[in-house]
Every structure is written in structure tokens, then in C-alpha cells.
């Protein structure tokens, strides 16, 4: 795909989705006759609404540093459309998806965002921290139901914007609790924490850091950018301050350089990792032995070889529509995403409106939402995450997604504590 084009491509999900991929460098007109206007059935439209489609829209990464998730969750959410339009659809329609590719730049997500807009309900996919919040005053403003694939404390507060899971600084409280435990830190050790500049690494620090006072721990920052792929400076800075262990908030090729840098120069300590940080590909690269010694990925979502029965059958189903595409995360949330939305918008048909006010509405009274895929979650509180339970996995080359479970979800001690103390 040409990443320099002007303005990201539009693809409707309801045909192969590689052949779609192969022309998502041509941009197509808008839909006709979306309508705010009641359906023939006597349920109130809106934008993206007509008597025969929900159009829902996705703003993802193809072709920048996370096209690997991006693909996952576009596939997994083409899943997701055509499983529910095989059993009839939403409130009688079929559904569509329109995904866009901005590539990680901010400002293609912008124009995509202003392109799709006007013609969908909701957005059950909007990749990475910097987009979301470039896009956080427009989504409120047009009462848009958005669920991020971006878990930054600073996205809650927004009443159509809904994190799914936990945040980042909760997961790494988890994972200081997680190497306090576990792997013998004790008071005066140092932790270094490599971490994305921007919301997500921003935050991820804000939970370590404040876990780390708690426990008696110093944490050594390291802030990195997303293009930075050789963290040999960062291995050696946190080499010379003694680290006993090491918090990563980036993306694959990072972890996978942080591993196996400090494995080669003799730092053979404990790394722990937010769940963007891990794809199932690293096993496949240099990396791969390094990983699997010291690597650990704390995640609101279980391991895709969880045996919960709602996994088991979401990967049964997913392989056998994408044969040789790895099942990673991105499947997992991208899916469970659209499950949500979907029962979402079946509440909202039942009190007879798909206006996106009131698809904001149905979302916020679920209280108990549970897709079989991970915890319950509870969305009626928009200031506080979903869910404050987190998992914790570890890499297994042999493992369906490369991760197995080591602890189940459950909530770090101090969970309760620091969210009080974030809001008083």
C-alpha cells in the first residue's frame, strides 16, 4: 500500500478481505442514502442508518508500526459482521464496516475521520493513543460510539469513548506487584522502564511509577519514539543503573530489541511488558530465545490459548477463515470489541432508536457485559475503567498466538488505592 497517498482508503468488509486489502489504495465515494430519517420498522435512523445497512466504521493501521495488529483486528471484526449478517443481522440490517487506513500518522487519521463520519453509527475500531486523542473533541461533539484499540488513562472521562479493559497504568501497577511477587524485587532495587513517548508510554509510567514508590522500588525512564527500533543505548543506560528488572511500553519490534540486546550483553533480568508490546511473530525472529526466558506481558485479555470456551471457539472459527494468519491479540480485542458493539446497538433497536445518541446510551446502561472472551465488564461509569482485573502471560513459540497464561485476571493490590487517588 502507498502510505504517501493523500487520503486513506476505504474498504467495505463484505467480501474477501486480501482482495479488499489489494485495493484499499483507491478511495470510494460515500455511501448513498444514509438517513437520519425513521426505517420503514419504526426505528429511529441516523447517520449511518438506512432500512437495510448499520454501517460501522474502523480507523486502523495496514501499513505503519502496527499493520500486524491492524490486520488482526480487521479480520477479526470481518468476522464478527459476517457471523452476525448470516444470523440475520442488526435489528433487521446487515452490516458494514469501512475501514481506513491512516498508517499511524495523526493527521490521515484526521481526514479519514472527516471522510467517514457522516456516514457511520459507530467506530468499533480506532488504533493507537496519538489518533484517539487527536479525534477525542470530535467524536464527543458528533455523540459517536468509539472503542479504541488505545487504553490511555486519559481517554476515560468521554462519554461516547469507551476503553475496553483496563488502562495502561493499571497493567503496570500489575506488573510491579507482578516482579514483587514473583521474582524476588525487594525495596531499594531499581526497575528501569523503557516506555513510548505520548499518552500510551505517559501512562504506562504513571502506573509504574507510582506502584514503584509504593513497593520501595526506584524506576529508571526510558523514554523512546516509535520509530526507534535499536535500544542498545536504553540496554546500556539501564545496565549501568543496576536495573533488576525492566517495564516495556512500546510496540513488538521494540520488546523484541530491549530482549534480545540485554540478553546478549549479559542483563538476564526480567522483562515485563504492556500487551501492545508482544506479537506472535517475535517467536519467529533472533529474538525468540531471549524472549522466552525473560519476557512476562501483563493484559486485560486472556492468552489466545486460554482454554475459556468463548476463546476456544472465536480461534476455532478464526483459523478456519484465515488459514496461516496468527491469532495475537488484535484478534482477541478487535473481536470482543465488536461483540460489544453489537449487543450495543441490538439494545438500542429494542428501545426503537440506532441514532447514535442513543446507541451512546444503550452502551453506557450495560453494567455486567460479558462477551466470553475475558472478565465482565462494566461501562456505566465513564470515569473509571471497565475492568481492573489483568492477566499475565508469557511467550510459548508452540502456543496458539505464541502466549500461555501464568496467573488469571485478578486485581493488583493497590488498584483501588491509586484510582481514588487519581480522581480526589
Not at 58 to 75: E, N, W
Not at 119 to 130: E, F, H, N, R, T
Request: aromatic letters at 4%; glycine letters at 10%.
Amino acid at each position: 500500500m502507498n502510505v504517501t497517498h493523500p487520503r486513506p482508503a476505504r474498504i467495505l468488509l463484505a467480501s474477501a478481505l486480501t482482495a479488499l486489502l489489494l485495493a484499499s489504495t483507491a478511495c470510494s465515494s460515500k455511501a448513498d442514502g444514509d438517513s437520519a430519517a425513521d426505517g420503514a420498522d419504526g426505528v429511529k435512523g441516523g447517520p449511518g442508518v438506512t432500512d437495510k445497512t448499520v454501517r460501522l466504521g474502523a480507523l486502523t493501521d495496514l501499513t505503519g508500526p502496527y499493520a500486524t495488529l491492524g490486520k488482526s483486528i480487521v479480520q477479526a471484526q470481518q468476522m464478527w459482521a459476517d457471523e452476525t449478517n448470516a444470523a440475520g443481522g442488526i435489528c433487521g440490517r446487515k452490516v458494514e464496516i469501512v475501514v481506513e487506513d491512516h498508517g499511524y500518522d495523526v493527521q490521515k487519521a484526521v481526514t479519514a475521520y472527516a471522510d467517514i463520519s457522516p456516514d457511520v453509527v459507530a467506530l468499533p475500531q480506532v488504533i493507537g493513543s496519538p489518533v484517539v486523542a487527536a479525534l477525542l473533541d470530535d467524536i464527543e461533539r458528533d455523540q459517536v460510539l468509539t472503542f479504541p484499540q488505545a487504553w490511555a488513562a486519559s481517554l476515560l472521562g468521554k462519554q461516547s469513548v469507551q476503553v475496553v479493559g483496563t488502562t495502561y497504568d493499571l497493567d503496570m501497577i500489575a506488573a510491579v506487584d507482578f516482579l514483587t511477587r514473583t521474582k524476588g524485587l525487594k525495596k531499594g532495587d531499581s526497575v528501569g522502564h523503557v516506555y513510548f513517548e505520548g499518552d500510551y508510554g505517559a501512562n504506562a509510567l504513571e502506573g509504574s511509577e507510582w506502584a514503584a514508590e509504593r513497593a520501595g522500588l526506584k524506576v529508571v525512564p526510558q523514554k523512546i519514539k516509535a520509530t526507534d527500533t535499536d535500544l542498545s543505548a536504553q540496554v546500556s543506560a539501564l545496565r549501568k543503573a543496576g536495573v533488576k528488572a525492566i517495564l516495556i511500553s512500546a510496540g513488538p519490534a521494540q520488546t523484541a530489541s530491549l530482549a534480545g540486546v540485554a540478553a546478549s550483553r549479559g542483563l538476564m533480568v526480567p522483562i515485563v511488558s504492556n500487551a501492545p508490546g508482544f506479537a506472535p511473530q517475535l517467536m519467529k525472529t533472533p529474538a525468540a530465545k531471549a524472549l522466552t526466558g525473560l519476557l512476562s506481558v501483563v493484559s486485560a485479555a486472556p492468552a489466545p490459548s486460554s482454554e475459556l470456551p468463548g476463546v476456544q471457539k472465536m480461534v476455532a472459527a478464526y483459523e478456519k477463515k484465515f488459514p496461516g494468519s496468527p491469532v495475537d491479540s488484535g484478534v482477541l480485542s478487535g473481536y470482543n470489541a465488536a461483540q460489544l458493539l453489537g449487543a450495543d446497538l441490538k439494545k438500542a433497536c429494542a428501545a426503537g432508536s440506532l441514532a447514535r445518541e442513543d446507541v451512546v446510551k444503550a452502551h453506557r446502561s450495560q453494567q455486567n457485559a460479558d462477551t466470553g472472551l475475558g472478565t465482565v465488564l462494566n461501562f456505566s461509569d465513564v470515569d473509571r475503567p471497565a475492568s481492573v482485573k489483568t492477566y499475565v502471560l508469557k511467550p510459548d513459540a508452540k502456543a496458539v498466538g505464541a502466549l500461555v497464561g501464568v496467573e488469571d485476571a485478578h486485581s493488583a493490590p493497590g488498584v483501588e488505592e491509586y484510582l481514588k487517588s487519581r480522581t480526589s
